[in-house]
DNA sequence: CTGTAATCCTGCGAGC
DNA sequence: TGCTCGCAGGATTACA
């Protein structure tokens, strides 16, 4: 999917064209997503304005001029996009709102891991949200993530793409970060030290700003909400480069699989432990 | 507490 | 050209 640093680039380039516009109608396709989407909700939101487009983690919120919140994950392949209503609606497009100034907020979705839902409110939107997710990269404090990796006799790897210790982090960054900070994918979180957890950390940070920066990563599917796509692909240091040389020292980079993802490491800089 | 595998889906590239 | 196989950015669940 879409991890932070795409999810990010997908709200800020939805937020100034959302904002203050009414949705007109909404068209819903037959298949169902992840979560699927109540008939009787339709009705409801069809005449409210949007108010703030917001990111936690890897989802999206939608609040509303009615007291219920639009609630998005894009999966391992959603695209959510501003198009003008003229535009040919791609296939897989299994949500289309009609915006207030004739253009259309669309989903679309292939592989249907992704979701969109309709929440009672903004308290149970964050309500939602805290259950689910530890704190953004950006917010991490450093004791408590030490105290989270130390803890868990897990792999770092696992323990990064556990999304309720720290938010938005999957396999792309996920490798990136720790090639980053020198750890291999499989050392248990219990043998990681204070000071590499640290280096971890801003790691984590480091990157994922990075990426932000350069809206994302398009590996296969991902647009942005314009429709562009990311540029940080290019900066990848590990992930997708199997076989490839290390740019730091050389060696070819391998690439194992840990808890069923593939991992992508240099096995002379990023030692065991 | 762990890890592993399966599950939800479609599409694409590799290899034969 | 066409087939099968494996793999893909996620998250959850069942089971060992």
């Known amino acids: 999917m879409p991890e932070l640093p795409e999810v990010e680039t997908v709200v800020r380039d939805l937020r100034p064209e959302l904002v ?18 109540q008939k009787t909700d339709t009705p409801k939101i069809i005449g409210s304005t949007i108010q703030h487009v917001l990111r936690r983690g890897k989802w999206i919120g939608i609040t509303l001029s009615i007291p219920e919140v639009l609630l998005v994950h894009l999966g391992m392949t959603g695209q959510f996009t501003i198009a003008n209503a003229n535009a040919t609606v791609p296939n897989h497009t299994h949500f289309v709102f009609t915006l207030s100034d004739a253009r259309e907020l669309r989903f679309r979705d292939v592989r249907r891991f992704g979701s969109i839902s309709l929440l009672n409110n903004e308290a149970a939107l964050h309500a939602f949200l805290n259950v689910q997710l530890g704190p953004e990269p950006a917010d ?4 408590d993530f030490q105290d989270a990796i130390r803890a868990s006799g897990r792999t770092v790897k696992a323990i990064l793409l556990d999304q309720t210790v720290v938010a938005g982090i999957g396999n792309i960054y996920a490798d990136e970060a720790l090639f980053r900070a020198g750890l291999h994918p499989e050392r248990r979180g219990t043998k990681v030290k204070l000071a590499e957890c640290e280096q971890l950390m801003r790691a984590i940070q480091e990157v994922i700003a990075e990426a932000i920066e350069r809206r994302g990563s398009t590996i296969r599917d991902y647009i942005g909400g314009s429709g562009l796509r990311g540029g940080f692909q290019h900066a990848l240091m590990v992930y997708g480069r199997t076989s490839e040389a290390c740019v730091r020292c050389g060696t070819p980079i391998r690439m194992v699989r840990v808890g069923g993802r593939s991992s992508h490491f240099c096995p002379q800089c990023q030692k065991p432990g």
């Open 20 to 37: 203050g516009r009414t949705f007109t109608a909404l068209n819903v396709g037959p298949q169902t997503l992840r979560k699927p989407w």
């Open 140 to 143: 991490l404090i450093l004791k």
